[in-house]
Nanobody, 127 residues
């Protein structure tokens, strides 16, 4: 089992940057494929980015491709989401998620595939 705690959200102007972090408990973080999702008020939770358990393969939603970067430091049990060129439509609660993975080449883009979730961190853009 793994517990996830996000941090790094806040209020930022359009065009700015933020880096979200997701700290994972336990000693098996490197066994989990990881993902970031977001949910805006009145909308369904949507996929943002995902990576394999070793971080070498990644996937992004079209809406964030070229602006956001997912990465991980398995030695620190931490997942990151670097967000650049932020837009008002990026306003949402951001969640990290973990799925036990038995191979280095799997990542997951559907929320239903994930086993564990953090509590979320709010990102708000001011125009």
């Amino acid at each position: 089992q793994v517990q996830l705690v996000e941090s790094g959200g806040g209020l930022v102007q359009a065009g700015g940057s933020l880096r979200l972090s997701c700290a994972a408990s336990g000693r098996t973080f490197s066994s989990y494929a990881m993902g970031w999702f977001r949910q805006a008020p009145g909308r369904e939770r949507e996929f943002v980015a995902a990576c394999t358990r070793n971080g070498r393969s990644t996937a992004y939603a079209d809406s964030v491709k070229g602006r956001f970067t997912i990465s991980r430091d398995n030695a620190k049990n931490t997942l990151y989401l670097q967000m650049n060129s932020l837009k008002p439509e990026d306003t949402a609660a951001y969640y990290c998620a973990a799925k036990r993975s038995f191979a280095d080449y799997f990542y997951y883009t559907r929320s239903s595939e994930y086993d564990y979730w953090g509590q979320g961190t709010q990102v708000t853009l001011s125009s």
